[in-house]
């Protein structure tokens, strides 16, 4: 299996800017993320603080970035990670049935600014999932409740669907949904996931669902449960200028590191990351 120098997780302006730099240093990277780059960039109405791009939209700001790396012939992989391991002097990336290997990694996740559904993290493992298509077998000929945040999600239903003998999707935005025949759409707000060890039911406004299983699908999931052992401080992860965390090798920028949520401060933190990475590994290939 080929190990990497550098994963990247996340394809926002942070992402980005690692990858950009990773490329130029000569490294073997891989960047995870999706198409559309990140939902917070194609959002926004106009971006007067992003110096040299005065009065563009987000999806023009997307289009360019994307022009950039194609350019620069960086490919997103478009896959989610769902849990990163420290291995001692690798990381174990792991995407649904797949694995990755790398010497270091960035993360570059963003921030999710939705608080937990009451009962989300008490029962996280015990019916309460975060990727629907990986945990699928588990719930076949079951019930299966999803919280969608964004579109991405009812791919996640639709396969789902195939497997489980009845699929509620809640979404949590407005759009029309393409979402598959024997899936049921309930437009309410969740209140609270109920279970004694085990998920039973989800309460929402004015419904409650007899349920086996819930998965939330957000933008990102919390870093701490993506990374074991990695050190949040009020929410963020904890970094220094460098933006070396507390596990060696694991470096992080962005939104997910801390407030200001800018665009440009992102992808500054993406270069420092980056450079910190490259430095980790010529530091160990010279030991
Ligand atoms: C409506 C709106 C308007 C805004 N306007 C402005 C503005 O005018 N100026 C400004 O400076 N900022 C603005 N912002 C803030 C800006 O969007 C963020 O600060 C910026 O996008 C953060 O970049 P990031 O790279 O840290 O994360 P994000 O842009 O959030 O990107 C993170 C990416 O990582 C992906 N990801 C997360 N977890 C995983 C995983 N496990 N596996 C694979 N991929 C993963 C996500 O899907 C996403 O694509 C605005 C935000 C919003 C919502």
Redesign the pocket.
């Known amino acids: 299996m080929e190990r990497y120098d550098i994963a990247i ?8 800017s690692a990858a950009l730099n990773a490329k130029i240093r000569n490294k073997s990277f891989i960047i ?3 198409k559309d ?5 194609i ?8 110096l040299g791009f005065y009065g563009s939209n ?1 999806s023009e700001l997307k289009d360019m970035f994307l022009e950039h790396i194609n350019k620069m012939g960086i490919k997103i992989t478009e ?4 849990n990163i391991y420290a291995m001692g002097d690798y990381f174990a990336l792991m995407v649904n049935d797949k694995m990755y290997e790398a010497t270091s990694v960035i993360l ?4 999710e600014y939705n608080k937990p559904i009451k009962g989300e993290v008490e029962l996280l493992g015990k019916g309460v999932g975060y990727c629907a298509t990986c945990d699928a077998p588990l719930y076949r000929d079951k019930v299966v409740s999803i919280v969608g945040y964004n579109k991405e999600a009812e791919e996640e239903a639709k396969y789902v669907s195939e497997l489980a003998s009845k699929v509620y999707y809640v979404p949590m935005y407005k759009d029309n949904y393409d979402i598959g025949e024997n899936v049921e759409v309930i437009e309410e707000k969740p209140v609270e996931i109920i279970g004694e060890g085990k998920v039973s039911s989800l309460k929402l406004q004015n419904t409650e669902l007899q349920t086996d299983g819930v998965f939330v699908l957000k ?3 919390s870093p701490g449960q ?1 990374v074991p052992g990695l050190e949040i401080v009020d929410g963020h992860i904890n970094v220094d200028r460098e933006m070396k965390t507390n596990i060696s090798g694991c470096f992080a ?4 590191v801390g407030k200001p ?6 992808a500054g933190e ?1 270069n420092i990351a980056a450079l910190s990475a490259v430095k980790y590994i010529d530091s160990l290939k010279n030991k």
């Open positions: 997780v996340g394809s926002g302006p942070a992402g980005l995870f993320g999706h780059l990140s939902n917070k960039l959002k926004a109405p106009k971006i007067n603080n992003y987000g896959e989610r990670v769902n570059a996740t963003g921030m933008d990102s999931i993506l920028a962005g939104d997910c949520y800018q665009y440009i401060k992102s993406g």
